[in-house]
């Protein structure tokens, strides 16, 4: 299984700024995913991370916003920009393994905790 | 739609207890089933997956699930609950990973007494 470790693991930010939180992969993955868990709340995948191309964003979720980039198979990172208090959550990165077999599992890093002041 | 019903939002077992963790799902395809549980202040652990064949899969820490096509459902049992298992656990389905994202339940607290 893929390990996967997240930089910050928690940050206390003003509104209006803006924090990027980087995933590190432990092997090549094809997959990486960024989702949001608000607080009390189940996980919402915010989007793919494609390497090599924009990321797919799903319905909610906007580039402007939530900036991804995904320079190699094993790293990503995404950026929450111009954070309001609502934006505090848990952000987690996954990634689906090894190959392009639907028989992958999504391993999930540690997350980030964000409180936005 | 596709959804994850996870109906009890928390759980109190004694320690030594059995537990049985509710998990329906709504899938337009094959679904691939998943249970996570996530500690006080950490990340997502898997315990076991679905993908196919024998519907009674084996997990970590001694957990079970049992996929039920006809109900749609895949509850997450355990025969004797240990203090260790207090923590959240959430139900997921997908296409595989592969295939794009996981769609969550609510997910279930798990308190455990003494």
Redesign the interface.
């Known amino acids: 299984s893929a390990v996967i470790s997240q930089k910050p693991s928690r940050d206390i930010c003003q509104r209006g700024t803006s924090l990027t939180i980087q995933c590190q992969v432990d092997s090549q993955v094809t997959m990486m995913f960024w989702y949001r868990q608000q607080p009390g709340q189940s996980l919402t995948l915010i989007a793919t991370a494609n390497q090599g191309s924009e990321a797919t964003y799903e319905s909610g979720f906007v580039i402007d916003k939530f900036p991804i980039s995904r320079p190699n198979l094993t790293f990503s990172t995404l950026t929450v920009s111009n954070m309001s208090p609502e934006d505090s959550s848990i952000y987690l990165c996954s990634a689906a393994g090894e190959s392009t077999a639907r028989e992958e599992t999504q391993y999930f890093g540690p997350g980030t905790r964000l409180l936005v002041l | 739609a596709q959804s994850v019903t996870q109906p009890d939002i928390h759980i109190t077992v004694s320690e030594g207890a059995s537990l049985e963790l509710r998990c329906n799902y709504s899938y337009g395809a094959t679904p691939?089933l998943?249970w996570?549980v996530q500690s006080p202040?950490?990340?997502?652990?898997?315990l076991l997956?679905y993908?196919s064949g024998d519907t009674l899969v084996q997990g970590i820490k001694g957990f079970e699930a049992e996929f039920k096509r006809s109900q749609s459902s895949f509850n997450l049992r355990k025969p004797s609950v240990h203090w260790s298992d207090a923590a959240e656990y959430?139900c997921a389905v997908?296409?595989?990973?592969?295939?794009?994202?996981?769609i969550?339940?609510?997910?279930t607290k798990l308190s455990v007494k003494p």
Request: overall charge positive; cysteine-free; glycine content about 36%.
């Open positions: 691939y998943f996570y202040g950490q990340g997502l652990q898997l997956k993908f959430f997908g296409g595989g990973g592969s295939q794009g994202n996981l969550f339940g609510k997910g």
